[in-house]
């Protein structure tokens, strides 16, 4: 079957501007998790999804970094006047449920700040 | 908070050489333990896993067992081959209302040699 997928799969931007990444989870999967992998923090938890409803945001480095998840679904991370420090692999991840569940990766979103 | 602390890379090993990736954690309660592998241009792939205490993870060759006493989860395998060439990371997620977030380790390089 389909396993995560995130797009685009490639993003780059100047300074300042908003952007918006994706992600489509296995179908099925009730818990959605982002993850942020950079070279000098290695791979950072941001926040994760129940349904639609995001528990623990705690991850998120700044009030520029929002997500939301529709339809218990699909989710989208916003960040709003990038910096060169947003640059990064975003991973997305998903899982049947939030306890004890394996979480299925997807490839990620290059994302490059200039 | 939790951590996870791992053996620093990078690894260079030539095929059919023992492999110990050496992985401390601190964590609070008893968390789940599990080592992820990026293969290459790869999304994050789960290579195994261990829920309790002396449990025992093992995949494609690859062993790892929980040590509460030592809170370590080292990765071995007994004969590498080229293809295990790849990121290896170690990770955990502790049961709390953090849900099922993943904490990672840095990572460790591995390299093996024809």
């Known amino acids: 079957g389909a396993g995560v997928s995130q797009s685009p799969s490639n993003k780059v931007t100047e300074k300042g501007k908003d952007v918006e990444l994706r992600c489509d989870p296995i179908?099925?999967?009730?818990?959605l998790y982002w993850y942020r992998q950079s070279l000098g923090q290695g791979l950072e938890f941001l926040i994760y999804?129940?349904?639609?409803?995001?528990?623990?945001k705690s991850g998120l480095p700044s009030d520029r970094f929002s997500a939301e998840r529709t339809g218990g679904s699909v989710s989208t991370l916003t960040i709003q006047r990038t910096q060169q420090e947003d640059s990064a692999v975003y991973l997305c991840?998903?899982?049947?449920?939030?306890?004890?569940?394996?979480?299925?990766f997807g490839p990620g979103t290059r994302l490059t700040v200039l | 908070g939790d951590s996870v602390t791992q053996m620093e890379g990078p690894v260079t090993l030539s095929e059919e050489a023992f492999l110990t990736i050496n992985c401390t954690y601190t964590?609070?309660?008893?968390?789940?333990l599990f080592w992820y592998v990026q293969y290459p241009g790869e999304g994050l792939q789960l290579l195994l896993k261990?829920?309790?205490?002396?449990d025992k993870g093992s995949n494609k060759g690859f062993e790892a067992t929980y040590r509460k006493e030592t809170t370590s989860f080292h990765l071995e395998k007994g004969s590498v081959q080229v293809s295990d060439s790849a990121v290896y990371f170690c990770?955990?997620?502790?049961?709390?209302?953090?849900?099922?977030?993943?904490?990672f380790g840095e990572g460790t390089q591995l390299t093996v040699n024809p």
């Open positions: 991840a998903s899982s049947l449920q939030v306890i004890n569940n394996e979480q299925f």
């Open positions: 179908s099925g999967h009730t818990a």
């Open positions: 999804f129940q349904g639609n409803s995001a528990p623990d």
């Open positions: 964590a609070t309660g008893y968390p789940s």
């Open positions: 261990a829920t309790k205490a002396d």
């Open positions: 990770a955990l997620t502790a049961q709390d209302t953090s849900g099922s977030r993943l904490t």
